[in-house]
């Protein structure tokens, strides 16, 4: 945009549209009419869903260009947030509701019999994202437009997204997900912003004017276009632009080869090109290390770099000032070849000299580690770099003879600490370490909760970290109250209203009002009101999915997430089977009624989380079919947990599992979702756990089991399973009976393996934890018997959990790190 354009666009600012329902209704009809071509009466749901999705896009666009304007006209600096993942879900009501349409919109079309609600259950999710890591970039988003930080996302628009899970004969099976099979009315294809990306190919040495310049000549280019989608923020006045890329092949069709007669030949390259973008690999713990993925990696941070470098350039005269003006988020170590990319671009492309050009790099990027899974690390293996990324090869050994050097000067370190320093891996056949790479190429490097950044210190950044003490700081996650309380839960979000006034929907710190009225037995009332109504609409989904009824009056006691042996879904089956036959050898006991329940995805080649799925299935079938246990114990797997599901879930727990092996959930997000919602917590002192048990207090959290150091400490004695088990007799009878076939009768010997693992090594610590987590049931028992204490403890669980909004999140990133946004 130059100067006078810029004039132009903010003269030619449509006038505001009015927000009634007159208005809206016509403009519904005007969208059906002329841009979907059905009548009123013809229109089925999918027309109404989007036709209003025109009428409520048509409002967002109109601030998108203003804050698009606003941020050139003030040179703010520019947040770039890469992320190979974004799981964000449907976007109709958080629009709605963030404009603050949903009045208007609901009594426009129920003047033509249309009900808003099932017109929004039809949107597909946009599923680009694994877990925890994709939904927390969706939630940063929405903060940033909320908090009027300017903010690009950038990532990958996969064909496919997450896998649709399906449960047959109680095993996940995986099924693709076409989440644009009736094309995507929020994205705007931007052809005119499309960048080539190289793959392969030599790097030669050319003289140029006394200098020497290294040329990248790729064996391969592809097209990698722009598709945008308009983020809105609270109130929508602010709205940033998530920007997703999409691989197409420069050309689409080999004519010569065609009209050789080789037709299949002839699509081949458009095959291979289109192929980078087409489905999102489906794990989150286990690196795959597949050509395809490191091609998608660097596919997306490249075109990103070159996209950033240009808009750059047409508001700058030249890249001096880049750091100034742009920061770019490294969302893990997946963009991190970002680092050698942008040292490329400046370097050989735009001429800068090595050492300006690395300070540049360091000033953009910052970090975020959020895993300290071994297994998890990414790491790959030098000659497949070397031969997808040449010149990036060169840059990185560069970087880390840099690095080495300083190492070596200053202080005196011994081997050890320099071989953790190196960003090459010279243990494992060489492979390049893309922690290193990121680390070293940022100024700020952060952790997701406070123990998780600590233990960052001490483990993966040990070495690092000793050189560079001051870089690794702590930014705990967060999640947006918009969706995760005003959308997904409008029953409470009414009720606090009434209570505490509107204040705390724009700051939900003002949540905290909230904590007086937990002594307040009418409005305890109140609040459990909410909760049954929001439990019976899942009993209602359980029984139309499942053909399962459960009892909404019974504790509701649900673990979701992806399923990982560091989660310890088991611990949580063991303890149900425990409790069942408990239930069924002491009857006359006054037993509280519970429903577990379950949701998550498997890694499609994780066996052991595979495993845990269909036990879980089997425990279900089992006990539910058992008479002697009547409505005390039901347990239900609900398939395919995709954030729609959450948004019905989260607000209809009583007990939230967040129960990890202590030091290896980074922070975790689902739960700060359940405890916002007023769901007590059963967790170990894990990820953000810690920083909760500080906010709520410990009369309002139950936690229990081993400490992270304590969990080091048994793993670096030895431990085994074994002893604990002969010493837990419940234990030990649940391990023997699934052992035994008791809940897989057609297959006595299906979880033979699942078992011998807790008898041997119990890597995951889930015998050792086993007691401290049965008592702890015990106690919420207990607890749930006095309703008055229970539902203080929900409400104090609500009040107290404002802190955790990813506002606040952003703004410490935006302040300390960034150094952007409004304030800056
Ligand atoms: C790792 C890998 C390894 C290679 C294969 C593909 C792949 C994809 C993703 C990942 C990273 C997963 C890390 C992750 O999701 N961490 C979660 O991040 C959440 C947000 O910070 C945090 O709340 C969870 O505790 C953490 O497990």
Partial sequence: MTPDTLARAAADKPTPRLNDADTIATEIV????????????????????????????????????????????????????????????????????????????REALARYDVELDLVELLEPDAALGNGGLGRLAACFMESM??????????????????????????????????????????????RESSYEIGFGGKVTTIEEGGRQRQVW???????????????????????????LWSAQSLDPILLDAFNAGDHIGALLEANKAEAITRVLYPADSHQAGQELRLRQEYFFSSASLQDIIRRHLAQYPDLSNLSDKVAVQLNDTHPAVSV??????????????????????????????????????????????????????????????????????????????????????????????????????????????????????????????????????????????????????????????????????????????????AEDAAFRERFAGVKRQNKQRLATLIEERLAISVNPDAIFDIQVKRIHEYKRQLLNILETVALYEQIRSLPHLDWTPRVKIFAGKAAPSYAQA??????????????????????????????????????????????????????????????????LNGALTIGTLDGANVEMLE??????????????????????????????????????????SISAGVFSQDDPNRYAGLMGALRDRDWWMIAADFRAYWDTQRQLDMAWRDRARWDAIAVRNTARMG??????????????????????
């Fill in 340 to 517: 050698a990319e942008l040292m490329r671009l400046l370097v050989d492309v735009h001429g800068i000299e090595w050492d300006t050009a690395w300070e540049t790099t360091r000033g953009v990027f910052s970090y975020t580690n959020h895993t300290l899974l071994p297994e998890a690390l990414e790491t790959w293996p030098i000659h497949l770099f070397e031969r997808l990324l040449p010149r990036q090869m060169q840059i990185i050994y560069a970087i880390n003879a840099g690095v080495l050097r300083e190492a070596t000067q200053g202080q005196t370190f011994d081997d050890e600490t320099i071989r953790g320093i190196s960003l090459i891996d010279e243990g494992n056949g060489r492979r390049v370490r893309m922690g290193q790479l990121a680390f070293v190429g940022s100024h700020a490097v952060n952790g997701v909760s406070a123990l998780h950044t600590d233990l960052m210190k001490v483990t993966v950044f040990r070495d690092l970290h000793k050189l560079y003490p001051t870089r690794i700081e702590n930014k705990t996650n967060g999640v947006t109250p918009r969706r995760w309380l005003f959308e997904s839960n409008p029953g409470l979000t009414r009720l606090a209203e009434e209570a505490i006034g509107r204040g705390f929907k724009d700051d939900i710190t003002q949540l905290s009002q909230l904590d007086p009225f």
């Fill in 610 to 675: 595979k495993e845990i799925i269909h036990l879980a299935g089997d425990v279900a079938r089992v006990i539910n079919s058992d008479p002697g246990v009547r409505d005390l114990l039901k347990v239900v797997f609900i398939p395919n947990y995709n954030v729609s599901l959450a948004e019905i879930i989260m607000p209809a727990a009583d007990v939230s599992e967040q129960i990890s092996t202590a030091g290896l959930e980074a922070s975790g997000t689902g739960n700060m979702k359940f405890a």
């Fill in 145 to 190: 437009a909320t908090t009027g930080v300017p903010g690009f996302g950038y990532g990958i628009r996969y064909v496919h997204g997450f896998f649709r899970q399906e449960i047959v004969d109680g095993q996940q099976v995986e099924l693709p997900e076409t989440w644009l099979k009736h094309g995507n009315p929020w994205e705007f294809e931007r």
């Fill in 30 to 105: 005007e969208k059906l009419t002329y841009s979907i071509g059905k009548t009123t009466t013809a229109a089925r749901l999918h027309d109404w869903l989007e036709a209003t999705t025109l009428v409520v896009r048509d409002r967002i666009i109109d601030n998108w260009f203003g804050t698009t304007i606003h941020t050139y006209q003030q040179q703010q600096k520019r947040v770039c947030y890469l992320s190979m993942e974004f799981l964000i879900g449907r976007l109709l009501r958080d629009a709605i509701s963030n404009l603050g349409l949903t009045d208007p919109i």
């Fill in 695 to 736: 906010h709520l207090g410990e009369e309002n959290i139950f936690i229990f089991g081993l400490k992270a150091d304590e969990v080091a400490k048994l793993r670096a004695e030895g431990h085994s399973g074994q002893g604990v088990i002969e010493r837990q007799p419940l234990l030990r009878s649940a391990i023997d």
């Fill in 217 to 243: 000549r790729p064996a391969e280019r592809v097209l990698a276009v722009a598709y945008d989608t308009p983020v809105v923020g609270w109130h929508g006045t602010h709205v940033n632009t998530l920007r």
């Fill in 803 to 824: 802190w955790f909004s990813s506002d606040r999140s952003i703004r410490e990133y935006a302040h300390d790190i960034w150094r952007a946004g409004p304030n800056a």
